[in-house]
């Protein structure tokens, strides 16, 4: 039997209560699937580790996860540290060096939740949105110098490399070709970023003419999202800079019913480093041990680790688990504007999962 080693960081806030029941999910999937196992490692790093040791993790804390087969993570940012610190102390440790540099966003309409948009259905909205996730703006470039004076000055410097672009680009492309539209949408904004964005519309021409099947269109951000409010059929795949596609996923959440059901990918595609897996609401301190937090985004979150780690039959079936209890609205948290609990939905999809049609 496969047993995949899984490294669980709930992080800050509810955190800790979704990824636990992403594990607990993940348990129950492997018992029902047989063939392959998970065994997890559970580490406390995160806003508390910091208050304790002044650092949101050890020093030698990529070290003891570098060797497994997959990364859970729960959230980072706590009202007490300050946001950068908690961002660039945790996440970003772990993405940067192990170069998960392809961050990818799926979003759709899942059966028995409502968009905020009218009339639109999940036939409608289904999109990928690829995030470059290595560089860009938050490469970290930059600094202060004369701090509290009349003279004080601040820099964040965009940093976009050839290499950096070239190889999200081509993820884009292939992705896209994987889906049944093959169509991909590039988002710039070379209007007013003159040189690196310019780059990247370059080369993602240069890239296209590697993928002549797939149909590609490009998009200045903020005119992106107004298409997405008001043309979201005509969207398929998108891939957007590490800023541009932060803010872009969050609407899209927002717009298939909540940012409580959306997950995310962080890949290292050569497979040199573990790949993190996460869902994106944040640490939502002001819902925090109520039981009330969506555990959705972190079972999707699940399905998209299981299909890396190439149990694709057992991703289907988890899936599957999941529409199956979104399309009851008994089991709809606060989010979505109901009254379920964590602890219900999570029995729920556990229950789906056992199903002889799950």
């Known amino acids: 039997m496969k047993t995949y080693t899984i490294a669980a960081i709930p992080g800050d806030g509810i955190g800790t209560e979704v990824v636990s029941a992403g594990i607990e999910v993940l348990n129950a999937l492997a018992q029902r699937e047989g063939g392959f196992a998970f065994k997890v490692d559970h580490f406390d790093w995160g806003g508390e580790y910091y208050k304790k040791h002044g650092r949101m993790m050890p020093e030698n804390g990529r070290d003891l996860i570098r060797k497994h087969d997959a990364i859970l ?21 772990i993405c940067q060096p192990f170069d998960q540099y392809a961050n990818v966003r799926p979003t759709r309409i899942l059966p ?10 999940d036939k409608e909205l289904d999109w990928v949105i690829v995030r470059e996730n290595s560089e860009g703006e938050y490469a970290g470039v930059g600094g202060r110098a004369h701090q509290g004076s009349s003279l004080e000055v601040a820099t964040d410097v965009a940093m976009f490399t050839r290499a950096g672009v070239e190889r999200i680009m081509r993820f884009a492309f292939r992705l896209a070709r994987s889906r049944p539209r093959k169509k991909l949408t590039v988002v710039t904004k070379s209007n007013a970023q003159r040189h690196a964005m310019v780059m990247w519309d370059e080369i993602a021409a240069q890239v296209a003419a590697e993928f002549k099947d797939v149909t590609w269109d490009k998009m200045l951000v903020d005119a992106m999202t107004m298409r ?13 800079t590490n800023l541009h596609a932060d803010i872009l996923s969050d609407l899209a959440a927002a717009l298939a019913g909540s940012l409580g059901i959306a997950p995310t990918a ?18 939502a301190f002001d819902i925090m041990g109520k ?46 504007g109901g009254k379920a609990t964590t602890k219900e939905v999570t029995a729920a999809v556990i229950e789906a999962i056992k199903g002889a049609n799950a």
């Not at 729960?74 to 961002?87: Q, R, V």
């Not at 028995?112 to 259905?121: D, F, Q």
């Not at 979104?326 to 089991?331: C, E, G, L, P, V």
Request: hydrophobic share 40%.
């Open 73 to 93: 993570f729960g959230s980072a940012g706590h009202p007490e540290i300050p946001d950068h610190i908690t961002l660039w102390g945790l996440r970003l440790a």
């Open 112 to 121: 028995g939740i409502t968009s905020p948009l009218r009339n639109v259905t």
């Open 228 to 240: 997405m409010v008001i043309k979201p059929e005509t969207i398929d795949t998108v891939v957007a």
């Open 266 to 283: 962080n890949l290292n595609p050569e497979r040199e480093f573990p790949s993190m897996f996460e869902p994106i609401h944040g640490s």
């Open 291 to 336: 039981g009330i937090a969506n555990p959705v985004g972190t079972f999707w979150s699940g399905v998209m680790m299981l299909e890396h780690l190439g149990e694709k039959t057992a991703g289907a079936r988890l899936m599957k688990a999941i529409e199956r209890v979104t399309a009851d609205k008994r089991f709809h948290t606060p989010d979505l």
